[in-house]
């Protein structure tokens, strides 16, 4: 009798979970519109302000090699791709623009030596990702939250350098399908970047990066 009223539990929490997923699986449009393609809007920037030295560290041994003034921040766009094998699980992949970057040095400086009297420079940056998002969703709401984490291919292109980097990236964000085919998005996302210690640091240096964006997708 005790084995019977246990099974019996066990059935009826199996089944209540089933349904459950089943509604969250159907909620979440992956379950007949999995794939999925989308444009991306929002805000970032880079960070080549990093290498301008504060102003009471600011001498003439620094202007020789590093940045005076940095010009950076703006619009970010780009367009993203995915499939979800579940509620809680997606691959992504994307590509997103970053505003370009004015860099500029003293006349005294490096760079403008080597540079032919150059005093600035302008630095592009863009980026190719590869991600895993993992999704939870929101007590009461059908929005979900999600984290994720991959691999980014970061390209610096200007006067200096046109090199692409591999860097991890993380972002954070919340989701919601808005129809069966529609889907909207709010996050954020960090890009790791690179630098090292030496005269002139701009010429190896990759910046890290910082957007806040919106997304709309499309369920194929």
Known sequence: MENKKSNYIFLSLLTLCTLCWHKSFATSGALHHP??????????????????????????????????????????WGFFGGYEFNPFFALETSYTQYKDARVGFES???????????????????????MGKLMIFIPN????AYSSFGAAGVHRRDVLCDQWRLSPT???GLNHDLTPHVMGEIGANYTAGYGEAQLNPTDVYFPFLYSVFIRLAYRI
């Not at 005294?108 to 590869?130: A, C, K, M, R």
């Not at 709401?141 to 979900?144: D, L, V």
């Open 170 to 172: 993380f972002g954070i």
């Open 108 to 130: 005294i400086s490096l760079f403008s030596f080597l540079n032919n009297g150059l005093t600035e420079f302008t630095t592009h940056t863009e980026t190719v990702n590869l």
């Open 35 to 76: 794939l999925y393609i989308g444009v991306t809007g929002g805000y970032g920037s880079t960070t080549w302000e990093g290498l301008v030295p504060s102003e009471k560290d600011q001498n003439i041994a620094m202007n020789l090699s590093t940045p005076t003034e940095v010009t950076e921040g703006g619009n970010v």
């Open 141 to 144: 709401t059908e929005f979900r």
